[in-house]
C-alpha cells in the first residue's frame, strides 16, 4: 500500500487530520483534494481490473473533504435563527454520540463537533471553482495514469 502518510493523508481508521492548525481553521491540502477527485472520477470499484497489483496502488480514503455545487448554508444558524452563515463543513451537528450530521460554518463546526476531519468525523466543503490549477494539472496526470493502467476513466471529469 502507498504511504499516506508522506502525502499528509491519514487513512480510515488511523487518527483523523486535524482542521485546526497554529490555532486557526484550515482548509485540508490540495493533495487531499487531488485524492478525492481521483476516487470519485477516475478510480471508481466497479472500473477496477481483477487484479491483485491494482489494489497495492489504491490507498483507504482519508474522507478529509467533499465536492458540492455550490456551498450550502449552515443548517445550525438556521435552526438558532441567525442568519445563515456559508457553511464549509460537512459533520456531526454535536459531540455527543450518534449525533445527527449538519452542514456547518466554521464557528458552528469548532463549537459544535471535534475539529478534526475524516471518514465519520467531518469533511471540509469545497466547489469545483475552488479547486487550484496544480490540482486540476495532476488530476489529468493521475488520469492518464490509470487509463494506461487498464482502468475505463469516465468521460466526464469535475470541471465541466
Not at 442568519?83 to 459544535?112: H, I, K, M, T
Request: aromatic share 10%.
Amino acid at each position: 500500500m502507498t504511504n499516506l502518510a508522506q502525502h499528509g493523508l491519514a487513512p480510515s481508521g488511523e487518527a483523523p487530520y486535524p482542521a485546526i492548525t497554529a490555532g486557526k481553521l484550515a482548509p485540508p491540502p490540495p493533495s487531499h483534494i487531488l485524492d478525492f477527485l481521483v476516487r470519485h472520477y477516475i478510480v471508481l470499484e466497479e472500473n477496477a481490473p481483477f487484479d491483485p497489483s491494482y489494489w497495492e496502488l489504491i490507498t483507504d480514503d482519508p474522507g478529509t473533504v467533499a465536492m458540492v455545487s455550490e456551498l450550502p448554508a449552515c443548517d445550525l444558524c438556521r435552526l438558532e435563527n441567525r442568519e445563515p452563515a456559508v457553511a464549509r463543513y460537512d459533520g456531526p451537528s454535536s459531540s455527543g454520540p450518534n449525533a445527527p450530521w449538519a452542514f456547518l460554518c466554521p464557528d458552528c463546526f469548532v463549537l459544535q463537533a471535534p475539529p478534526v476531519l475524516g471518514l465519520g468525523r467531518a469533511q471540509y466543503l469545497f466547489t469545483k471553482e475552488e479547486i487550484p490549477d496544480e490540482v486540476r494539472d495532476a488530476f489529468f496526470r493521475a488520469r492518464k495514469f490509470w487509463i494506461e493502467k487498464g482502468i475505463e476513466a469516465p468521460p466526464h471529469d469535475p470541471f465541466e
